[in-house]
């Protein structure tokens, strides 16, 4: 009968490949053996040399599941599975490769286990059970559509905890033990798999509370030292019973686990000896009539304790269970707990939804046939399941069964296509986009969930259904960032705005070019420019655009580059405000009684002073007069005011173009600097040179050369500005430039 604790489970020994032929053939004649022997090399040779910790080679691991998976009579995909269930995972082997060596059906399976193995299992948070048992419910759904995903990923899970105190680590050895207890037992249960659940429960438990396991199994001992005896008199006896009625029947015994005693005593407040079915008879028939005729002969022979008949025949239990149940009080008025069930039922008992595969018609596959004799569909007992915990109302009475503490940070969402992207919580359509592919990430524009148009700051829900509409360039906005919780989203979106920001730079650093070329009357063009990119040592045209865009090289040095011969351009001489109005110009547009001729006059750096602006001239000697604005500090600073010189503009500089100087603090988002640049144009100012003085992740400080008319024109141009949702502040430029804060 027990078949599965059969599969040798020492650590040193593994299944050679013609026993595990042999053991699938026991039960599939058959069976595609070519297939089974080419799955068992390929995991041999694709796992090679890893080892586990036990110090086994790896690839004893997915054969030792299989053979669990034998032990349950599973179908030649299913077996094949377990022994690839870790390649992908763990080997260089992909998808496609499994496709074509073994079909896509297996290749499938292999790829559904390795996906469920990627849910991470994040720590209990008790004051959040409903969300979890929220979250288990979609995790669920998702292993649900193919049943086999989820008996071989039990297997897997059997084979590890087998050998679980082999992993060095404590607080992993107590995290799977407290997942298997949690999640995968219980899964097991669900699906009817009693003794692989009964078997995970109890390794769980033996590295949960060890000091309690080994209690009980000492106790366990001397019970069966005590009653063996008594337990083999009892056996003797109903076995005359069933002979004297002439009826065919398997009689065993099966005594209860470590953690099946331990549940008891702890929720009975009851004691060891007090506990009564630690030892339990099945006796096992030919038909459903015989195990009420078997029922009859008990209760004539023997006291039955009434409060614990159960009929689980005419009742079955959710998981497809039957059998009945009986207590008696035996020799020495000794409570003994016996349960009577068909051959067929006994098997559903042992292999739950496994038990629905067949041997038909050379094929062997799930038979509805059979399966209909005891319940029907696989899944049957799992769907309703699921219906049940989709009436969130019945989501507590769930946990009651299953502690779901693990997918408290999880929310399980959908593709269209239903594949199951999982999440942490808080996650927006972005990041599913960016779970999805990098590329849908970068050209998300909208999402529809649930089929209707949410917008991209909708926090998902477990269960959505998410579709995601892309455009054709990535479109990033600037507040997206703070809408991401997944790092994949966050690096992608940062990736994409520096995209976007070299863009922006390249395309102001040509319009720059464009500009200092027309100052010239020269028609700009890059194949014109072919020699200054040599000589200033760039490739492309676009990376004199980015330095000179992003201000890491100046118009003057650019013009002086493209024009070696001149001494200055137009533009060079617009670059600096202290040389736009020299010598000669400056006389031209100043004008004041203390100025002599042949004096050099200086536009002042610090303020640059620009027409309509009050000013003042300083007379400094070898340097000629500096001229500077009456508010400048520069000025106050300067105790000798005897130096100052009453200064003012001649008319004709009214009608010529001065640069005026604009720092402003922008925000760090593509799109901020063409808005600026826009306004600043249509303002009818000329944006001659940018300064980035200072960047930081959130906002750029720059400095803008501006030709204006005068100093009217350029404080339209800093209202305009000030008006820009990127623009966090934006003023003349006064004496040295200090950050806004
Ligand atoms: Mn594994």
Request: glycine fraction near 6%; hydrophobic fraction near 40%; include cysteine.
């Amino acid at each position: 009968m027990n078949k599965i604790a059969n599969i040798k489970t020492e650590t040193s020994r593994h299944l050679r490949q013609y026993e595990l032929v042999d053991l699938v053939r026991e039960y599939d004649p058959s069976v595609d053996e070519n297939l089974l022997n080419k799955a068992y090399v390929y995991a041999t040779k694709a796992h090679g040399a890893q080892m586990r910790h036990s110090g086994d080679p790896y690839y004893a691991h997915p054969i030792q599941v299989a053979g669990i998976l034998a032990s349950l009579h599973l179908d030649v995909q299913s077996i094949c599975t377990g022994l690839l269930h870790d390649v992908l995972e763990d080997t260089e082997a992909t998808y496609e490769d499994i496709t074509e060596m073994f079909g896509e059906e297996i290749a499938k399976l292999v790829d559904g286990v390795t996906k469920l193995g990627q849910v991470e299992l994040s720590v209990p948070n008790p004051t959040r059970q409903r969300r979890q048992a929220e979250n288990f419910q979609k995790f669920v759904l998702a292993m649900s559509k193919d049943v086999r995903v989820l008996l071989v990923k039990l297997c897997d899970r059997l084979h590890n905890m087998r050998t679980l105190e082999h992993h060095p680590k404590a607080e992993s050895r107590e995290r799977i033990s407290r997942e298997t207890m949690d999640i995968y037992a219980p899964l097991a249960r669900r699906i009817g798999i009693d003794r692989i659940c009964s078997e995970l429960e109890d390794l769980s438990f033996k590295h949960l509370n060890s000091s309690a396991y080994e209690s009980i199994t000492r106790r366990l001992e001397d019970w069966r030292a005590n009653q063996k005896a008594a337990i083999s008199q009892m056996s003797v006896a109903l076995r005359d019973l069933t002979d004297e009625q002439g009826i065919a029947a398997q009689i065993y015994g099966r005594e209860k686990r470590a953690y099946a005693i331990w549940r008891k005593l702890q929720r009975q407040g009851i004691s060891f000896e007090d506990v009564a079915d630690i030892y339990a008879f099945r006796i096992i028939v030919d038909d459903r009539a015989t195990c009420y005729r078997v029922l009859g002969m008990l209760h004539t022979n023997f006291r039955c304790v009434p409060a614990r008949f159960r009929d689980f025949i005419s009742v079955p239990k959710p998981n497809g269970y039957q059998s009945l149940h009986t207590t008696i009080l035996g020799p020495e008025n000794r409570r003994l707990e016996i349960q009577i069930r068909t051959a067929r039922m006994e098997d559903v008992a042992e292999r739950g939804v496994a038990a629905h595969w067949a041997y038909k018609n050379e094929s062997y596959a799930y038979d509805p046939e059979k399966a209909q004799e005891s319940g029907g569909d696989p899944l049957r007992r799992i769907r309703p399941l699921v219906e049940m915990m989709e009436q969130s109302g019945d989501a507590d009475e769930f946990l009651e069964h299953a502690k779901l503490e693990m997918f408290a940070d999880q929310v399980f969402t959908f593709t269209p296509k239903g594949e199951l992207i999982s999440l942490p919580r808080g996650a927006t359509p972005i990041d599913f986009a960016y779970a999805v592919h990098t590329d849908v990430g970068d050209t998300c524009i909208g999402a529809l969930i649930n089929n209707r148009e949410r917008p991209l700051r909708t926090r998902l829900q477990n269960g959505d259904v998410v579709k995601i509409i892309r455009g054709g360039e990535p479109e990033p906005q600037p507040d997206w960032e703070n809408m991401v919780v997944t790092g994949r989203a966050r690096s992608s979106l940062r990736r994409l705005t520096r995209d976007k920001e070299v863009q922006e730079f390249v395309r102001i650093g040509a319009m720059l070019a464009d500009h200092a070329f027309a100052r010239e009357d020269k028609d700009f063009s890059e194949s014109s420019i072919g020699d200054t990119l040599k000589r200033l040592g760039f490739k492309e045209p676009e990376e004199l655009y980015h330095a000179l865009g992003k201000g890491d090289m100046s118009i003057k040095h650019f013009m002086k580059a493209a024009f070696p011969g001149r001494e200055s351009t137009k533009a060079m001489e617009d670059y600096a405000n202290r040389e736009f109005i020299t010598d000669s110009t400056a006389k031209l547009y100043v004008k004041g009684d203390g100025l002599t001729a042949g004096v050099s006059m200086h536009l002042s750096d610090c303020c640059s002073p620009i027409p309509g602006d009050r000013i003042v001239g300083l007379q400094r000697p070898g340097k000629g007069v500096i001229i500077h604005t009456i508010d400048c500090d520069v000025l106050a600073s300067s105790d000798a005011s005897s130096d100052w010189l009453d200064i003012g503009w001649r008319r004709a500089a009214q009608h010529a173009m001065s640069t005026g100087r604009v720092t402003a603090t922008v925000e760090h988002v593509p799109g901020a600097l063409a808005d600026v640049t826009k306004i600043i144009g249509e303002a009818g100012g000329n944006l001659i040179n940018i300064t980035t003085v200072q960047r930081s992740p959130t906002f750029f400080d720059m400095i803008f050369d501006v030709e204006v008319t005068d100093n009217r024109h350029l404080m339209q141009i800093i209202a305009a500005l000030r008006t820009s949702a990127y623009v966090v502040a934006a003023q003349r430029m006064m004496g040295e430039f200090v950050p806004a804060q």
